[in-house]
């Protein structure tokens, strides 16, 4: 189902226009890849190489971020990160869950 792309206007609720433009996104990629097969959505088809797969992992992978950590500089676990954290030692090397 098509949801109608949510038109910008006055709003003091910022977060909500913002989750109402990525609940937008999220159908749009949805009806995009719904027709597809397994054999497509594992078939790269655009010249970067990534599969229609590896777009949805990406894409969920940066909202889980994003909605974590945001702009708010708050820390966050993420797949397969070596920032540097306390006494030189990453978060990799001390063995902490990821995503």
Known sequence: MRVPFPEPGPSSDV??????????????????????????ARTARVPSGWTPVELVK???????????WGSSANRC?????????????????RGSPTW
């Open 15 to 40: 977060p909500a226009l913002f989750l109402t433009y990525l609940d937008y996104y999220r159908g749009t990629v949805a009806d995009r890849l719904a027709g597809l097969t397994d054999a497509q």
């Open 77 to 93: 676990r993420t797949r397969g990160a070596t920032a540097p954290t306390t006494a030189g030692t990453s978060a990799r090397t």
């Open 58 to 68: 990406h894409l969920t992978f940066m909202e889980r971020r994003w909605l974590v």
